[in-house]
């Protein structure tokens, strides 16, 4: 079963405009999440993370929210630019050193 | 800064033959994670190791069997392939000290093709 969930596979945002990519999760025991993005052909890239014991974390135009109750995080991108179209994963992982479970991405797309 | 180093990056193979994936962690990494992705699917877990010992194990076939050396790189060898094997093939690497293990860093992946 998924424990990652990524309900939308697809977000097209216009240049400087915010993108809100959604991640919902399964497991509880979760204590720490991860947002990737990938070009084709590439690996992922590492982009933003937080702590269970946070609810946000920012990283210049990356922020990362998350809603422990909701088991819920999102990823803000603002101001949106045309070099941010990727495949984004969510990922959550249950302990240090530990597997990540990756949800099935989102392809952002942002037009001029 | 030096990255995760996979090699080789394609790889065509036919059926019922064997293959070995490796893996490069970045410097002073204990940790090494591979992942399998098939098309259009997430990234899934097989198999990690931590200091040379295998640290945790999902769905990995019993045909695949990975290792991790002295000089931490692993391979990943798999054996008996089959068309499903085919898809992109991950290594991560972490460490347990400084950010205390919680981000995995991918390298670019091996392509597997099997005919």
């Known amino acids: 079963d998924q424990q990652v969930k990524q309900n939308s596979p697809s977000l097209s945002v216009q240049e400087g405009r915010i993108s809100i990519l959604n991640c919902d999760y399964t497991?509880?025991?979760?204590?720490?999440f991860l947002w990737y993005k990938k070009y084709p052909a590439e690996g992922p890239t590492f982009l933003i993370s937080i702590s269970s014991i946070k609810d946000k974390n920012e990283d210049g135009r990356f922020t990362v929210f998350l809603n422990k109750s909701a088991k819920h995080l999102s990823l803000h991108i603002v101001p949106s630019q045309p070099g941010d179209s990727a495949v984004y994963f969510c990922?959550?992982?249950?302990?240090?050193?530990?597997?990540?479970?990756f949800g099935r991405g989102t392809q952002l797309t942002v037009w001029p | 800064a030096a990255g995760v180093i996979q090699s080789p990056r394609h790889l065509i193979k036919e059926k019922r033959e064997t293959a070995t994936l490796k893996c490069y962690p970045i410097p002073r990494h204990d940790t090494v994670y591979w992942y399998q992705q098939g098309p259009g699917q997430d990234p899934q877990f097989l198999i990690s190791?931590?200091?040379?010992?295998?640290?945790d194990k999902g769905s990995i076939p019993d045909r695949f069997s990975a290792q991790q050396f002295s000089d931490y790189h692993s391979e990943l060898n798999m054996s008996s392939l089959e068309l499903g094997d085919s898809a992109l093939y991950f290594c991560a690497s972490s460490s347990l000290w400084g950010r205390a293990g919680n981000e995995q860093f991918f390298g670019p992946g091996t392509r597997l093709t099997v005919l």
């Open positions: 190791f931590y200091e040379k010992m295998q640290s």
């Open positions: 497991n509880s025991m979760f204590d720490y």
């Open positions: 990922a959550c992982r249950g302990s240090t050193l530990g597997r990540l479970y």
